[in-house]
């Protein structure tokens, strides 16, 4: 037990110690750059930092959740016997988040971010003795590691574009090459963020411990992906081209993953696609020209859904499941755990004072705004990207309001509330969900708009729990099975590689080994030729000697 | 007599001689072929020697000289034949390994 708090007594340090160093610069826009170790002729790669708004806000929000998620962990994973390695490697997380966060070297980010998605490996198979947990830490890491290829190459663009590798310098240029970085540096994105196409992932990453996915995988490290966008957004505004794909993938990833978390059963990837439908908001508020309103809404989620998750995890602890039909009527015997979720899935769908209502009014209003032609992005961009935030607002509310329903009400279930260490937790990221949205400033037409498409959804979610209306079969089958794009991934790919493989073999059998093959025939034809000069018989080397001082003579006294 | 008669005895006789090196494969009689080429060579000193009417006959007295280093070599090669015999049984060169020390059978 006083191993477990130890744990938490580091990483309380830690995050102190990063909130006193970040929090002078909390709303600092400029901020501050500092060389530590500067870089070598050679590489051109230092040591240097870049403090600003945006990254104390960042920092500050990695450092408590990890903070609240040591210390639930302490109650949670109790009689884990792999404890220590677990709340370790949570640390390392921590430290890497950090590095990406604050790193203005993108190598220095680069190794951040890799060592985040080594963290995320092995925490996802934290409990390697279950099957899921192995595979989804598998899927997770190919996929990232696939999209991280985007990320270096794109490093060396920027190198061989800007001529340095260091954020400031690079922003601080006028952009060149901006399409190419931009698309690959998106593709990182993408891949970390969990966005279509790379996005199946995310929900098969579930299997890892409850607090982990509020951590990595719903608070800070699939939001990185929005932080590097953020960070390096003036190349991303250069490139019209990488917008609008931004934008498309955006409202793709949205619309789909909210639609999933409708139909979904289990509690936990209902979660996990809700995080991928925000996550999607954050890229559509960037892709128009709505960077403060991206990170807005990137710590207001982080807040509310790490929330979310943690109170998952207590519900799961209370009943031992996940599963949807496990649960109904919780609001009674978990009165803590209900009103901090009842505090969380309001910021989702979206319903004031919550921060989810600001942040996400702010995104709608940068989208409008840019499909009035006052901002960046081509106009039917912003236009789709504005009626799809429509649309998905409704379905996140109902979705929502769903879970709501089906966990807290209905038929009573015996339960008791999570311990102190649990619910605490919930209780300060409620309050935090709810201090973020002070002094947010609110547009009233799309504010009333989108409350109204909140009230409608939540009336018809409520008379589907009630049984009044049902949604069509067809759909809903569909819609549980994912839209089956997983299999794009498991069946397609795997085929396309063996007969690739396949063609490769017959190519190098008949093409390439001809070569070593002749090689290998010219060789001994001459090895062959040659030996009948190297008879090792003295009588013979005599005789050629001698034919050959007799040619050379008489070729000299023909000549002469 | 014309200097050409000897020369032309002589250069068959140095022809005999290195046709007897390089094809037999008996050392006895590779060693006959060597000394056939070494009378070559005398016979060509000795006609030389007339031909230039040299008054200290340098060339007759470096043909007795020859003689006798001929002498003292066919003994050492024949003594050498003998003793490849003892060791190898055989005076046929191509049965010898060169790579082989003779003996280490």
């Known amino acids: 037990m006083t191993q477990r708090w130890m744990y938490v007594a580091i990483t309380a340090a830690m995050g102190l110690a ?56 302490t109650a949670y994973l109790a009689d884990d016997p792999r404890y220590r390695s677990y709340a370790l490697l949570i640390i390392l997380f921590l430290l890497a988040m950090i590095a990406v966060v604050v790193a203005d070297d993108l190598f220095v980010l680069l190794i951040g971010w890799e060592v985040m998605g080594l963290c995320s490996y092995f925490l996802i198979s934290h409990e ?35 001529g340095t590798f260091r954020i400031s310098e690079v922003v601080a240029q006028s952009p060149h090459n901006a399409t190419p970085i931009a698309l690959l540096l998106l593709l990182a994105v993408v891949g970390k963020s969990a966005q279509f196409p790379l996005h199946t992932w995310l929900p098969d990453a579930m299997p890892g411990p409850m607090p982990v996915s509020a951590l990595i995988h719903a608070a800070t490290m699939v939001a990185a992906g929005v932080y590097l966008v953020a960070r390096l957004y003036p190349v991303f505004l250069a490139s019209a081209t990488a917008l609008t794909v931004m934008a498309l993938i955006a409202c793709i990833t949205m619309l789909m993953a909210a639609l999933f978390a409708l139909t979904g059963s289990d509690l936990k ?62 609001r009674r015997s978990m009165p803590w755990t209900f009103a901090a979720t009842t505090i969380g899935l309001a910021a ?39 009626v799809v935030s429509l649309i998905t607002a409704f379905v996140t509310a109902a979705y929502a309001a769903r879970v709501w329903f089906k966990v807290f009400f209905g038929l009573g279930k015996e339960a008791r509330d999570a311990p102190r260490a649990m619910t605490v937790p919930l209780v300060v990221l409620a309050a935090v969900t709810i201090a973020l949205s002070f002094g947010k400033q609110v547009h009233w037409e799309i504010g009333v708009l989108t409350s109204a498409i909140t009230v409608v959804a939540i009336a018809l979610a409520w008379w589907v729990h009630r ?31 063996n007969k690739a493989s396949a063609a490769t073999l017959v190519v190098d059998a008949d093409a390439v080994d001809a070569y070593p093959r002749a090689t290998a025939f010219a060789s001994d034809a001459s090895s062959r030729l040659l030996d009948r000069f190297q008879s090792k018989n003295s009588q013979t080397y005599a005789t050629v000697l001698s034919i050959g001082v007799v040619a050379f003579t008489v070729l000299v006294a023909v000549w002469s | 007599m014309p200097l050409v008669y000897p020369l032309l005895l002589s250069a068959a006789l140095f022809g005999i001689g290195v046709y007897g090196v390089l094809a037999r494969r008996n050392a006895v009689l590779m060693l006959l072929g060597v000394e056939l080429m070494l009378n070559a060579a005398n016979l060509n000193l000795v006609a030389f020697d007339s031909w230039l009417a040299d008054k200290v006959h340098g060339g007759q007295v470096l043909t007795l000289f020859t003689i006798a280093v001929a002498a ?14 003892r060791a190898a049984k055989t005076i046929d060169v191509d049965d010898l390994e060169p790579t082989r020390p003779v003996g280490d059978s």
């Not at chain 1, 040591?47 to 210390?71: E, P, R």
């Not at chain 2, 003292?72 to 015999?85: N, R, S, T, Y």
Request: aromatic share 10%; glycine share 12%.
């Open chain 1, 18 to 73: 990063a909130a006193i160093v970040v929090w002078p610069y909390l709303g600092d826009d400029t901020g501050t750059t500092t060389v530590w170790v500067e870089g070598g002729q050679l590489l051109g790669v230092g040591l240097s930092t870049h403090l600003d708004s945006l990254a104390a806000s960042m920092v500050l929000l990695v450092s408590g959740v990890a903070l609240l998620v040591q210390i639930y962990s």
């Open chain 1, 128 to 162: 390697w003795e279950k099957e899921p947990a192995r595979a989804g830490a598998v899927k997770a890491y190919l996929i990232t590691r696939f999209a991280d290829l985007g990320l270096l190459i794109g490093i060396f663009v920027i190198g061989a574009s800007y």
């Open chain 1, 269 to 330: 990837r209902i979660l996990a696609w809700s995080t991928v439908s925000q996550l999607a908001y954050m890229f559509a508020a960037m892709s128009v020209g709505g960077r403060e309103a991206g990170i807005d809404h990137l710590l207001s989620h982080g807040a509310f859904k790490a929330l979310l998750f943690l109170a998952a995890g207590c519900i799961m602890y209370a009943i031992g499941s996940t599963s949807l039909s496990a649960m109904g009527g919780l």
């Open chain 1, 348 to 386: 989702l769908a979206g319903i004031p004072p919550t921060s989810g209502f600001f942040s996400k009014d702010d995104i709608l209003a940068a989208a409008r705004q840019s499909a009035s032609g006052q901002y960046v992005g081509t106009e039917w961009v912003a236009s789709t990207v504005f």
């Open chain 1, 467 to 497: 049984g009044a209306l049902t949604t069509p079969a067809v759909l809903r089958r569909a819609l549980r099975k994912e839209l089956g794009l997983d299999i794009v991934y498991g069946k397609w790919i795997p085929v396309v590689f």
């Open chain 2, 72 to 85: 003292a070599e066919i003994g050492l090669g024949l003594a050498i034949v003998l003793a490849l015999f």
